[in-house]
């Protein structure tokens, strides 16, 4: 890699670019950064440019020099670049809240990254997704892509099954549970080591080491009394159930919340979607008042709303690690990539999301400590569902995509289950070229 | 063994009893029992005396010589005994139509062998089962257990992890998709080879081998184009969805329904407890009918009407079992027995079903060829809900029954999962010792 | 199957097939043999044609009607088969006197199935048979392979690998150790149970089934008593280590003494070169005698002589499985077949050597009780050196082979076997055409 | 851990002391030790002393203040210790010496931690290290036992095995090949990342990450040109096979020797044995010259010649691993440490040499991808030898003894084995206690 760096922002547009911008600036004395490209499609012109206004405001307020460039012409970004973060929404909000709709309507929890949303949105995304890479192959075969569009452990899989890319998959999720601990230590964030281990959105916290001792047994009990800072702010306040918590010895990540109170959380979606609106529809709004904020010509900064956003500390852990890459700090960060016996008795070649130390050749993961049995097979199930979801997505294959989400705990199945498939997939048939044989004969 | 044989019916006073003594009467040249000993507890004595009755006509109007014996006193049944049949019901009907009501209440798929019904049963009958394999240890220590008590994968796992004695596991639905199988192949049972594997309840036929061919493929065309007498009688039609069959290329039975279309299922249930009863409560009135007709006097065969019961060919099972230990005939059958590797990807210690070939020194599991991804992790996840299920009732570990009960596809979990487990036990107070600790504080 | 079968047998001159003879006169009502073809080539065309004149006598004799047919034309045989049986010895027996000769140089012990002898005869033997295969894939698609050429489970894991030929190894020894059982229990083969597993000549008897008890450790007691009717005649005496056998609660084949008693082996082997001649040059000279026997235009009958050989009850199991698959039998008879899971902790796709009922589908493994640790790291170990040598006759990869050999614990490393190695490739050249391209250059 | 260091060597008249003296000063600043206890049994008295009084000289040279205590009273020693090293040698060269001896008499490779002589060496240590970690468990349950005792590998396995002390493994191996690549590399040792897995003396590296790429191909490429700096000084020069090495894309340590070039070895060693010495016997005459120049109360710094001893760069190893330690250093170290799944294919119990991130908490291995089949092979089986042994050395059993050294390629097995393994324990009966059975019936 030069001194001079080109970093390549798919889905430019997107709420979270002024953290990532914060981020670079921040980081610039480490991480040379001379390029920013901002990369996005025709629906999204409007939003791109008011970020790329906003961006240049605030490195010019910094007094650093960083080129902000705006295209629509994906290819022209791509060449020679160093790093390529992934950021865009296949099918934007619109889809997202589709897909909450959809599963609600067929009695089951709607969400982004699991059950029939999560099949839904890696359907939209795995196919731009490897195109992009494919465009990579051709124009930056050695520039790493970073990916933080979500089902970030698919879409990471699929990239590394399908394509020659370097990928690295990204999310926030064990950013805030260590920035959680840390607050619950009053320790900062270098001074102790967190080892998460298990799928994108089913992790735990396996190991907390300080001082020489691991304190996971103490910030259970810290979490369990309702001092609880490891859950994202945009996932509502919830109590684990305690005995179990106390027994199984690791700490959950918020999103375990859909296998071990499922019914709790599809109560509260339903009274959501009859209230508020679902979490698509709540962050739509939270978006359209971003926006109306990055307008703001006085604006300098990052705004202090966009915390309220969910994705909080996603750009952040981008910037870092692109740094950690380039300047082969190996600092341990908590990434999706290839498990290659990381994780034992998942295979070797599907994606995990694991504690790495982060080198100029990429993650090296630490080694995880066996898995208690009953959650290694909660780990194995759905590694299944999403490898038959990623076979689903690429190939169009519908069976896969059955099998799949027959296993998935939040699934209803039978006849609804084909109900709610085919729907799915009709509503999104322009994100979803490879179901177009199932439509094709009528 | 000697060539009188001695065998004990523990629930003698069960409505399968008459299908036990034709069996018996059948065999009697091949099997030459001479002593048969009905035990059952206070609330069975009527009926076992009934049956008593019934099996002394049936064995006089065949004129064969087995002295049959009714007990409450089961230490002296067991004394010696070469065969021990457990076809006892604990907490009777009553429990298992408590166990279904209570599963609805909830929102969950009430049933005698999964889910919260199944554990349930389990906590009820692996203690009582215990006990008798304790005084088996004592009197009758070289005896064949043979368990067809539900759920019997559970119990049978239970009884070779914790005490000495010899056990197998028997159920019919092998049994019945064998007899399909037959119909549909228009060959007699000895013909064909049918392989099937898994677990209790949780079984695929992955070999249908004929005339130097395996057959499954069309079997399944068969099945599909809605020639389906692989289903026992007391399970109401369906239809498997077409390209998943064709697709996965082996034969599922037919409780695998409560994975591939639990939705149907439940809402089927739903129906039926408020219209003719729950299974249990239909149970519960063919049994009243049939104990009506046994006493009548002039009833000297088993009456036609057992067949409607929902146990058929278990007892059949049962005998022939027997008759295959004592002439060490070889014959393949399907069998609950401990897995020692036969199913790749499972605790060797734990109880698969599988078929087997029956010698004088028990069941020779054959080899299982390694399952679909999928269907493997269905099976590991399952069986990881049994043992600890097992581990639950033999212990009364709450937290044990909890992380089973999450892992399982049928159960709701979060608050809900709570109180059902918390109204499950203090509903079974009574036949549940092993939880007696939770309620004592109070 | 029709009920008139055509059998081929490659290498129809060895001096083994009289007993091929006697088993199907033997069998004959119950194997209805037709046509036996005896293929052979130019070098083998005397003996072949004085096997076939026996042979003719043998029926005769008998008053039986199989037509003998000799040809060196083996595409000719081949067409419209029901049974091929493999008993040809590539290089002849001057192949495997050279391998013992060359092993002894470098001072290896010399064997025709493990170490450099090993790996030179599968190198000579493999590429002749994928070649019938591949025309037997043209010719007699739906035929059985019946394997007895060395190394037989090589030679069938090659089959298997890289044809779409229904091939099954056989080997002599668990037949010896069966009737050295039946021997020590005094009882009929039939009448009980030995399970045997592992890699050809490397297999342990895992149980003893005999009137509902494990007979094991009695078999073992027995044995060390120095009553060992177990080991084959072409084998000297030797005593197992007393200790180590008691412990280990299986009965060894007696080819472990390559790995149990290396040194005691070396220098038999040594003195033996120095005396009467290697086992190669032994059975020579019991060959030519046996020919001039078989000339005998009075021989109707397999002579006594015969079991000398070493080779004694192969052709007897070659008919038993040729009846065994004709008549779906569900025997149990000792193979080598793919393993798919029998054996945990080997690929699925290697050949293993186990115990089976024999179907008219082919072998159903037994499942095999997981191995102790020692014994199941030796089985990986040379299942690896089985695997690399396949690999390395297949494809001529010389790298490949050193690996093998490598691990093999019977073969010495380093520049010694570079040069053995290069010595075995170049006086076999004639049949290694794989292997010419190391000499090419030159 | 305090800032007042207590350090305790036991074995403290090592000849490898003085280096680690001046690991400790080197490092005074960030590994504050403020007393040192030199511990030896009375047969080093004379050594310790001339040890201690050079270190005392050394450290006052340098102007520094640490405490030098002498004693032969370990539990003296031990009280509130903060580090044990262990670099002892139970029975001294003399034992090293017969162990060479025995095994060349009986045609072996004679060798400290391997074959029959490892086999010794583990079975004179093991008892004396678990009676300083019962001791250790009682006078300073906190403390890290660093062992570089010899075999590393089985003396920690033992530890952690069979007492509750934290205890970690060292070996220069590694260290010299780290050294090496730096040099190769030219670039100081910080620049790249070598990642080892494996045994202790069977150890690859598996990756060699410098400036982004992975450079293990340049760095066999260098290794074969006869550029080998990775081999420690005390390994005669030799040559690696040129085609295997690329092949197998791992750089084999040293020690790999002896199972890629036996017979190579065997013979040099013969020819040694029969010139120079044994190594034991060379090292005795270096060791006796070393303590001629540590008398000179003139020398005030470790000697130049020390380098020669073979066991160079062990102290540094060790002065780096405390100070790692104690400083929470997350520095990449190679150790042995429990296996935990970091190598699949092993136990997790088990203990492995891998490249660790040293906290303080101890390492946290970072993950080793699947090795090769072949070295997975040959690497169980050494583990598998390893544990027999530690089992035998423990437990005094014999036939677990037989049952390792049968698997070890390095052993000539049969009546030879018993012979060699007869007279090893006699010749050690006073340091074999576990033994003395073996000969207390006579």
Not at 382 to 409: C, H, Q, S, W, Y
């Amino acid at each position: 890699m030069s001194n001079k760096l080109k970093v390549v922002v798919i889905g430019g547009g997107s709420s979270y670019t002024p953290e990532l911008i914060e981020g670079l600036i921040n980081r610039h004395s480490e991480l040379p950064v001379s390029e920013l490209w901002l990369v996005d499609i025709e629906e999204g012109r409007e939003k791109v440019n008011i970020i790329s206004e906003l961006a240049k405001r605030m490195i010019k307020h910094k007094g650093l020099h960083i080129d902000i460039n705006v295209t629509l012409d994906r290819r022209l970004a791509l060449k020679d670049a160093d790093f390529v973060c992934s950021q865009f929404r296949a099918g934007c909000l619109e889809g997202r809240i589709r897909d909450e709709r959809i599963s609600l309507k067929y009695g089951m929890i709607g969400q982004e990254t699991n059950g029939l949303g999560g099949f839904a949105n890696a359907c939209r995304t795995i196919p731009v997704t490897l195109q992009i890479c494919r465009e990579m192959e051709e124009l930056c075969p050695n520039a790493w892509f970073l990916n933080f569009t979500n089902p970030s452990g698919m879409v990471t899989e699929a990239i590394l099954k399908y394509t020659k890319i370097k990928a690295i998959g990204l999310c926030n999720v064990p950013v805030i549970m260590e920035k959680g601990i840390s607050k619950i230590l009053n320790a900062s964030e270098g001074e102790f080591i967190m080892q998460v281990a298990g799928l994108n959105h089913l992790i735990w916290a396996r190991k907390v080491l300080y001082q020489g001792d691991d304190k996971l047994d103490f910030i259970i009990s810290e979490i369990l009394k309702g001092n609880d800072p490891l859950v994202p702010s945009n996932i509502p306040p919830f109590e684990w159930p305690d005995d179990l918590l106390r027994k199984m010895g690791m700490i959950p990540c918020a999103y375990l919340r859909y296998y071990y109170m499922s019914d709790d959380i599809m109560k509260q979606e339903q009274a959501e979607a009859n209230g508020e609106g679902t979490r698509g529809e709540v962050v739509k709004a939270i978006e359209k008042r971003l926006f109306d904020i990055y307008k703001n010509p006085a604006l300098e900064e990052k705004p202090k709303e966009l915390e309220k956003r969910g994705g909080q500390y996603y750009s952040e852990a981008a910037c870092e690690l692109m740094a950690s890459i380039y300047n082969d700090k190996r600092k341990i960060m908590h990434v999706n990539t290839r498990n290659n016996g990381t994780i034992s008795g998942l295979p070797d070649d599907c994606v995990v999301e694991v504690s790495s130390i982060i080198t100029k050749n990429g993650p090296l993961p630490l080694n995880v400590e066996p898995f208690p049995d009953d959650t290694l097979r909660l780990i194995q199930l759905m590694k299944e569902f999403e490898t038959l979801t990623v076979e689903a997505a690429v190939k169009g294959d519908l069976v896969a995509a059955k099998r799949g989400l027959i296993l998935n705990p939040i699934v209803n199945t039978g006849t609804i289950l084909d109900e709610a498939l085919k729907e799915t997939v009709f509503e999104n048939l322009e994100h979803m070229p490879q179901f177009h044989w199932m439509f094709d004969a009528s």
